[in-house]
């Protein structure tokens, strides 16, 4: 069994409103708040992309490296780990905004001693990735990225949160805490086997 996990907004916090708006401030810049539950920094602030990357080359990416991990994340993974399943972090994190994605989110995953048997970073297309690489489950905070997966015959999990709630009906599986993550997953599971014993 293979479960590929996100970690932005799915195994931690990100409080986009915070950082953000603490540079905005301290650079006196004419943005506004958007959407404070937006899950993209380029959706939070009414700026433009060239600016948001310019607030994460300028310390912006604290946002990511410091978030918290969400409760019961670190939890559940050890126990999905210890098993026997396979736990592979799949982010969308890219190079442009964090140099090396994978040194930087190994480095938060081994700080919070989150248990994983694989890292794959700068996927654009989870659903695909998960596709290819015999993943069974994908647990993620994005709508397309656990659409792509169903279209791709891959199980997904979406981490509902205030900016998906009211879309969550478009993903099959769902939790809004990793208590409910995990209970999908385990019906994933148990549906999966049936199948694979009948």
């Given at each position: 069994?293979?479960?590929?996990?996100?970690?932005?907004?799915t195994l931690n916090t990100v409080d986009r409103v915070r950082y953000a708006g603490e540079y905005i401030r301290r650079k006196n810049l004419?943005?506004?708040?958007k959407d404070e539950n937006a899950h993209a920094f380029a959706e939070v602030y009414d700026w433009a992309a060239e600016d948001v990357l310019e607030f994460i080359h300028d310390g912006g990416i604290t946002a990511f490296t410091d978030a918290p991990a969400r409760?019961?994340?670190?939890?559940?993974?050890?126990?999905?780990h210890e098993a026997g399943i396979e736990v592979i972090i799949v982010t969308s994190r890219m190079a442009s905004w964090f140099g090396n994605p994978?040194?930087?989110s190994r480095d938060w995953l081994e700080k919070r001693h989150i248990p994983y048997d694989a890292l794959a970073a700068d996927i654009a297309d989870k659903g695909a990735y998960c596709a290819a690489h015999g993943i069974d489950i994908l647990v993620d905070d994005s709508l397309e990225q656990c659409r792509?997966?169903?279209?791709?015959?891959v199980n997904a999990v979406l981490a509902v949160s205030r900016a998906t709630?009211?879309?969550a009906h478009?993903?099959?599986?769902?939790?809004?805490n990793w208590k409910q993550i995990d209970a999908a997953v385990a019906h994933i599971v148990g549906l999966l086997l049936r199948r694979q014993q009948a």
């Open positions: 069994m293979k479960i590929a996990v996100d970690i932005d907004d004419p943005f506004r708040l409760k019961g994340a670190k939890e559940i993974l050890t126990r999905w994978e040194k930087v792509s997966a169903q279209e791709k015959g709630l009211e879309r478009e993903v099959r599986y769902g939790g809004a």
